[in-house]
C-alpha cells in the first residue's frame, strides 16, 4: 500500500485524483485495520492463497467438501484457536479472534460461516455454557477438528424465539440421564451447519424438565453420528439441499426420538442438575438465566457485522475501481468520453454508500472492543453483558441490509459487466442474503433494541420526583408543540432568509447533526411510551398498543444504530493527524449524515425539526459535498486494502482502462488521419 492514487491494484485512475490535499491513504488503511490491525493483515494474506477461495464452477457437493478440507487447513496453520484458553493452545483473545474470522469472507463466506459455526457456536456453546470439566473432555477434539459439530438452537417452528422451542430433555433420576425428545416435526431443528453431513455431535438447545419442572432452555452435548458418518440410534436429520448462497456449509434439519445422554452433558455453567434431580442456578431469575446463556453466544451477531461491512468494502472497491475508468457518453468532450463516476448520479450511488460503509466499519470496531472487554473479564458486569447484547442488536441488522443495498448498487452501477459472475457481485450477493435472518431476524434484533430504549426511558423518568417529573412532561409537551406547531422551523427559516450558506452551516455544524440524529430517536420512543402508557396495567390493551408502535418503535431502534455509527465516525476524526485526510473524512462523515436525514426529511418536516428552507438546500449541499469527494474516492476505497488477490474481478484489475486508452488513442488517430469518415450533424450544422 502506498500513498498514490496508481498501483498494481488501481491503474490509471491518477487522472481523476488532485495532486493537491491528498489523503494519506496508508495512515488511513492503518486505521480501518482497527485494534487487531496485525490479526487482520495474517487473515486477509490467507483470504488472498487461491486454495482457501470459492471455485465458482463446483457444484454444491464438490463446494462442501471443498470447505470442509479448508478447515482443516485452518486448524493445520493454528488459525482457529486464538478465542481459547491457553491450557487447550489458545491465546484467550475473544476480540482478535473474531477479526481473524470476519477477514475469511474475502476468500469464500462459505468458509467464514462454516468456520464461525465450528469454532464460534459449536465449540463457543461448550467454552462459555460448560465448565472446566466439559472444556477438558470436548473442546480439544472441537477445536482440532476431530468432532465438527453442530449448533442445534433454531426450530422449524420456532425461529428467532429461542425461548419457546419445543425440544425437550427430560431428566431420568433412576438412569441419571437426560432424555432428549422432539415431540413434533415443526420441533425438528433445523438451518444448523454441519448438521446434513460433516457434524459428529450437536450442542442441543432444550427444555430442561426435571421433577415435573420446567426450568427453560438449557444447552446438551449431544453425538449424532458415528465415525463412518452413520446417524447414532434415535438421531435422524435431513439436508436442507441447495440454497441462495452459501452452498459449501452442509445446512441440515435433527430430529431426537428420546436420546439418552448422561447427565453430566448438560452445560452446566448457569443451570444444574444434581444425581437426584434437584435443580440450581447461579441465576435466580428464569428470565435473566435465559438471556445470560443465550448472551454468551453473541459472537455470531458481533461477527456476522464485521462481514457484511468487509463485503460492502469490497463491492465498493470494485465499483468505484470500474467507474473511475470505465467512460461512457460525450457530455463534456467532443473528443473524450465522461468518466462514470463524473457523473453525480454515479457519485450519489456510490459515494454515499462508502460514507455509510466508513460509518459501519468505525462502529464495529467499537463493538469488537466492547466484546472483547465482556469476554476477557475486562468489563464482565451484567450492565456490560446487556450494553452488548443490545450494541450488537442495534448494529448487525444495519451493516447486514446495507450489504444487501451496497451489493446490488455496486453491480447495477457496474451494468451488464456487474453481472458477470466472475466480477464477484452476484455470488456475494447470494451468499449474504441470509445474514439478514440468521444469528437473529434482523427485524426481531431491532425490537429488542427498541424495548431496551423504552427500558431505558421509563428507567429515566423513574429517577424524576414528582416536581420534577411535572416539570419534565412540561417540557415535553412544549416541545412537541413548538415543533408540531412549526414555530422551531419558523425561527430557522427566519435565521437562514436569503443565505443557503447559513443552511449549510447548519448541517455541517456537528453539534447540529447529533441533536437532530438524537431527537429523532426521542422523540419516537417518548410516543410509543406514552401510548403503552395509555394503555395501562391491561394486559390486552398493552399488547394492543405495543403492536400498533411496533413499526415506530423498530424505526427508533433503526435510528439509535445510525446514531452509534455517527458517533464511532465523529471519534474517529479526532484520531486522524493528516489535515488534508482529516478534512476529506470531515466531508465523508457529512455526506453520512446529511443521506440519514435526506432519507427521512419527511419525519424532520413534519414534526417540526427542520424548515422547508433548510430541507430545500440539503440535497445541494450534499451534491456539493459528493463533488469534493469525488477527486478523493479511489484513494477511500484503496484505503480498504484489499488487493486483487481479494477482489478477484477483471473490472477492477485494470483491464477497462486499458480499452479505454486503447479506444481513445484508436479515435485520435483517426480524427488525425485523412480517413476520418465526416458526420452527418457536421454537414447539416454547415450547409445552415
Known sequence: ????????????NERNVMSENRINVTDLAEQLLGPYAEIRKASRARAARPELQRDPLLGMDEHRDRVLGQLSLLVEEEAVQRAFPVKFGGYDDHGGSIASFEELVAADPSLQIKAGVQWGLFAGAILHLGTEEHHAKWLPDAMSL????????????????VASVATTA?????????????????????????????????TVFAQLITKGVNHGVHCFYVPIRDDEGNFLPGIGGEDDGLKGGLNGIDNGRLHFTNVRVPRTNLLNRYGNVTADGSYSSPISSPGRRFFTMLGT?????????????????IGLQIAVTYGNQRRQ???????????????????RRLITRLARTYASSFAHDGLLDKFDAVFSGRADSDEDRQDLETLAAALKPLSTWDALDTLQECREACGGSGFIAKNRFTQLYQDLDVYVTFEGDNNVLLQLVGKRLLTDYAAEFRKLDTGAMALYAAKQVGNTALHRSGLRSVGQALADVSDERKSANFFKDPDNQRALLTDRINAKVAEVANALRAAGKNPVK?????????????????????????????????????PATSEVLTWLRDVFTLSLIEEDLGWFLANGHLSMQRARTLPGYLNRLLARL????????????????????????????????????????LRASDNAPISEKSLKKASA
Open 1 to 12: 500500500m502506498n500513498n498514490k492514487a496508481s498501483s498494481s491494484d488501481s491503474p490509471k
Open 146 to 161: 476431530k468432532t465438527p459439530g453442530a449448533f442445534a438452537m433454531t426450530e422449524i417452528g420456532h425461529g428467532s424465539d
Open 170 to 202: 427430560t431428566y431420568d433420576e433412576e438412569s441419571e440421564e437426560f432424555v432428549i425428545h422432539t415431540p413434533f416435526k415443526a420441533a425438528w431443528k433445523d438451518y444448523l451447519g454441519n448438521a446434513a453431513l460433516h457434524g459428529k455431535a450437536a
Open 630 to 669: 469525488r477527486p478523493h474516492a479511489q484513494d477511500l476505497v484503496d484505503a480498504f486494502g484489499y488487493t486483487q488477490d481479494h477482489l478477484r474481478a477483471d473490472i477492477s484489475n485494470g483491464t477497462e482502462a486499458e480499452r479505454q486508452d486503447e479506444a481513445m488513442e484508436y479515435f485520435r488517430k
Open 329 to 347: 457518453f460525450n457530455s463534456t468532450s467532443d473528443t473524450e468520453e465522461t468518466t462514470l463516476l463524473d457523473y453525480q448520479r454515479h457519485q
Open 542 to 578: 398493552a399488547a394492543q398498543a405495543f403492536n400498533e408502535n411496533q413499526e415506530l418503535l423498530i424505526s427508533a431502534a433503526r435510528d439509535h444504530g445510525q446514531l452509534l455509527r455517527w458517533e464511532a465516525f465523529t471519534a474517529a476524526l479526532e484520531k486522524v493527524a493528516d
Open 297 to 313: 453466544l453473541v459472537q455470531g451477531r458481533v461477527s456476522l457485522d464485521g462481514a457484511a461491512t468487509s463485503a460492502s468494502k
